[in-house]
C-alpha cells in the first residue's frame, strides 16, 4: 500500500473530513451551416398592451449563434444519471415575464429545485407549464400585474419542458430538468463549465431544442476535461 492511500485509510478510520476529489468539464458548442432566420413575433407589435411594452421588432430565439457558429442555449449534461439531485437545497431559479416575452427563453434546473416565475410587465399573464413526461404536473395560473411569484417545480428530469402563456400565444420558454447537478447551458459565446464532477466515465450529452442532440464518451479525473460538440445542419 502506498503511503497516500494509507494516509487515507488512517483518515477515514478516524471519521476526518477527506478533501473530494473532483473534475471539471468545459468545452464549446458549435454550429455549421446557416440556421433558419429566427421567426419575427408579429403578434406582439399587434397587441396593444403589449406593442407599448416593446418598440423594437420581436424574434423567437430558435437559434442564438454567434460569429464563428458559437451556439447558445445548448444543454449539456451527464447522460443517464437519476436520484442525484440537491435541487431541493439549491437556490431558486428565476423565470421572468417581461415585455411579453418569457426571459430566458431556455434555462435549466434541477428536480426539487424552486423555479420562480415573476411578471415584470403591468398586465396579466397566464403561467401554462406543459410537461410531457410523468412525474411532472402541468399546472395554469392567471399572474395578475404587481402580484406575487408563482412557485414551480419539478420531480421528474425532462429536457426542453415547455412554458406558455395562455393569454399571448406567442410567449414560449423551455425549462430542461436535470435529477443531478452536473449540466450547464451555453452562453451567447458557445461554452460551458460543469463543475464538481466525481472522477468516472460517462457520457456527455449536449441538447439543442432545434439542432438535436450529441453525445460523447468521456472520462473524468481530478483534472480538466475539454470536450467540444459541433451540430451540422443539413
Ligand atoms: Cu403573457
Known amino acids: 500500500m502506498k503511503t497516500q492511500n494509507l494516509g487515507l485509510v488512517v483518515a477515514t478510520a478516524l471519521g476526518l473530513a477527506i478533501p473530494a476529489v473532483a473534475g471539471e468539464i468545459r468545452g464549446k458548442v458549435t454550429l455549421k451551416g ?3 432566420p429566427n ?3 408579429k403578434d406582439l ?4 398592451n403589449c406593442s407599448k411594452l416593446v418598440k423594437e421588432t420581436v424574434h423567437i430565439p430558435m437559434f442564438r449563434v454567434g460569429p464563428g457558429g458559437e451556439l447558445a442555449d445548448v444543454f449539456v449534461t451527464l447522460d443517464g444519471i437519476t436520484g442525484k439531485s440537491t435541487g431541493a437545497s439549491a437556490p431558486p431559479a428565476v423565470l421572468d415575464q417581461k415585455g411579453c416575452q418569457y426571459i430566458p ?3 435549466a434546473i434541477q428536480t ?4 420562480l416565475v415573476k411578471n415584470s410587465d403591468p398586465l396579466l399573464h397566464n403561467v401554462h407549464a406543459t410537461p410531457t413526461v410523468p412525474g411532472n404536473k402541468e399546472r395554469n395560473e392567471a399572474q395578475l ?3 406575487p411569484d408563482l412557485k414551480f417545480t419539478f420531480d ?5 419542458l415547455r412554458f ?3 393569454v399571448h400565444p406567442w410567449m414560449f420558454a423551455y425549462v430542461c430538468v436535470s435529477d443531478h447537478p452536473w449540466f450547464a447551458l451555453t452562453g451567447a459565446d458557445g461554452t460551458f463549465v460543469i463543475k464538481d464532477v466525481p472522477p468516472g466515465k460517462y457520457t456527455l450529452e449536449a441538447s439543442h431544442r432545434k439542432a438535436g442532440t450529441l453525445k460523447k464518451d468521456i472520462e473524468v479525473t481530478d483534472g480538466v476535461v475539454e470536450v467540444d460538440f459541433v451540430f451540422e445542419l443539413k
Do not use: H, I, R
Request: charged share 20%; aromatic share 8%; glycine share 4%.
Open 105 to 107: 427563453y431556455v434555462l
Open 45 to 48: 407589435s399587434a397587441d396593444p
Open 164 to 166: 406558455k402563456c395562455d
Open 34 to 36: 446557416t440556421p433558419p
Open 39 to 41: 421567426p419575427v413575433v
Open 112 to 115: 426539487k429545485q424552486t423555479l
Open 145 to 147: 400585474a404587481g402580484s
Open 156 to 160: 421528474a428530469p425532462e429536457k426542453f
